[in-house]
């Protein structure tokens, strides 16, 4: 099945200074995986994603993320952290196998950018 | 463009009382629909989805069941709530045909008394 795992619960990180949320992925065949953000009380909002091509994905609000097939990583990252980013991060992976159409998301990562 | 309604956005009630979500997906159609749960602002938890009308998969054993009555609709149903019900539910929808991304729903807040 496939799945990904955040081993992180938790980022502190100061503001301007470059930031990474962790991610490994458990997949059978080519991976799907996405990233999207959740502010306290609201839906998710999507980031970005990996489909196929160039490994490194730029997304919005300056994120982007490297796509590692050696090591099955797909870390989340961001040159210089703002406070506004603090915020919980999720990653996933979309599953569509033989009659089955999911987004699987890992246990997410609280990101807290400090002033 | 494309929106998703979901409603209420908070809900609270009493134990043993039934539920009602519901979702809806305008400026699209054929949708793939889903229904994830989120406990204390962490993980989710996909409960249901459906890639079409009148075919719900479910993902958990639980006291929630779930319906596509039309293709742009969504609901999420429970004959008894029970305290262990109570958590933050989100709606979302993809374009069935690709591996696009999933847009979600702004939520419903449930507490279960």
């Known amino acids: 099945a496939q799945s990904v795992a955040q081993p992180e619960d938790q980022v502190n990180v100061a503001e301007g200074n470059p930031l990474t949320v962790k991610c490994t992925y458990s997949?059978?065949?080519?991976?799907?995986l996405f990233w999207y953000v959740q502010y306290p009380n609201r839906g998710l909002q999507f980031l970005l994603k990996?489909?196929?091509?160039?490994?490194l994905v730029k997304g919005s609000y300056g994120f982007e993320a490297e796509f590692n097939k050696s090591q099955t990583s797909f870390h989340l990252k961001k040159p210089s952290a703002l406070v506004s980013d603090s915020a919980l991060y999720f990653c996933?992976?979309?599953?569509?196998?033989?009659?089955?159409?999911?987004?699987?998301f890992g246990t997410g990562t609280r990101l807290q950018v400090f002033p | 463009s494309q929106t998703i309604h979901q409603w209420p956005a908070t809900l609270v009630q009493p134990v043993g009382s039934p539920l009602s979500l519901e979702c809806t997906v305008e400026?699209?159609?054929?949708?793939?629909l889903y229904w994830y749960r989120q406990a204390a602002g962490r993980g989710l938890q996909l409960l249901f989805y459906?890639?079409?009308?009148?075919?719900i998969s479910s993902e958990v054993p639980q006291n929630l069941s779930a319906s596509r009555p039309q293709d742009r609709q969504f609901i999420l149903s429970s004959k008894k709530l029970l305290l262990s019900d109570s958590g933050f539910y989100l709606c979302?929808?993809?374009?069935?045909?690709?591996?696009?991304?999933?847009?979600f729903g702004s939520g419903t807040q449930l507490s279960v008394l």
């Open positions: 979302a929808w993809a374009k069935g045909t690709t591996n696009e991304k999933l847009f």
């Open positions: 997949v059978s065949g080519n991976p799907y």
């Open positions: 990996y489909i196929t091509g160039d490994n």
């Open positions: 996933a992976v979309r599953d569509r196998t033989y009659n089955t159409d999911k987004l699987i």
């Open positions: 400026g699209t159609s054929n949708p793939n």
């Open positions: 459906s890639v079409g009308i009148g075919q």
